[in-house]
């Protein structure tokens, strides 16, 4: 039973558009979110976080949406660059007592297209 | 930049030989998980310590083993390697004291039981 879903396993942008990567979950006691990016034979590396408690969070070029009701959350890069090429990993956790890790997703495969 | 490592990078093993994948933080971190994650699938949470002497089974039933000695060692052992064990192993170590955050994450061990 997948708790966060990452449904489109790839995506292709064009350099200098938007890319939008979408994430969903299920467990309603996940309040903290994250992205993830990761290149090959790394570790993923920490991008971008949200709270329950806020709507929308923005660091550079990259902004994450979190959409509560419909238990959704999307990350925007704006422009697309060539070095964004990676797989982007949505996780969530609960920043309550007792937390015990992050559920992850997937991922998502972006390409950035010259 | 998170000051967390793994050794050995990449370990090609045969089958039935015991290993020990080392993982070390310098961030003074108390809690320190294990993930594992196969190509193209989300990382799962097999194993997590929240201190000196505390270590608990993940979400994912592993056949391997951890110990928490020290604050800033979290190493994961396999008694007997099968070809089922071959995967990437990912540790990561977070701040207790701020709830789940961020987790920052070493590069990797790239396992191969032949």
């Known amino acids: 039973d997948q708790q966060v879903k990452q449904n489109s396993p790839s995506l292709s942008v064009q350099e200098g558009r938007i890319s939008i990567l979408n994430c969903d979950y299920t467990?309603?006691?996940?309040?903290?979110f994250l992205w993830y990016k990761k290149y090959p034979a790394e570790g993923p590396t920490f991008l971008i976080s949200i709270s329950s408690i806020k709507d929308k969070n923005e660091d550079g070029r990259f902004t994450v949406f979190l959409n509560k009701s419909a238990k959704h959350l999307s990350l925007h890069i704006v422009p697309s660059q060539p070095g964004d090429s990676a797989v982007y990993f949505c996780?969530?956790?609960?920043?309550?007592?007792?937390?015990?890790?992050?559920?992850f997703g997937k991922g998502t495969h972006l390409i950035i297209q010259p | 930049e998170a000051d967390i490592y793994q050794t050995p990078r990449y370990l090609v093993i045969g089958t039935g030989k015991k290993i020990t994948l080392e993982c070390s933080q310098t961030m003074g971190h108390d809690k320190m998980y294990w993930y594992q994650q196969d190509p193209g699938m989300e990382l799962h949470l097999i194993h997590y310590s929240y201190g000196v002497n505390s270590t608990e089974k993940g979400d994912l039933s592993s056949e391997s083993t951890v110990s928490r000695i020290r604050t800033e060692h979290f190493p994961l052992t396999l008694e007997s390697a099968r070809p089922s064990h071959t995967s990437q192993y990912l540790c990561?170590?977070?701040?207790?004291?701020?709830?789940?955050?961020?987790?920052?994450f070493g590069q990797g061990t790239r396992l191969t039981v032949v």
């Open positions: 990561a170590s977070s701040g207790l004291s701020s709830g789940v955050k961020e987790a920052f």
């Open positions: 467990n309603s006691m996940f309040d903290y």
């Open positions: 996780a969530a956790g609960n920043s309550g007592g007792g937390a015990d890790g992050l559920t």
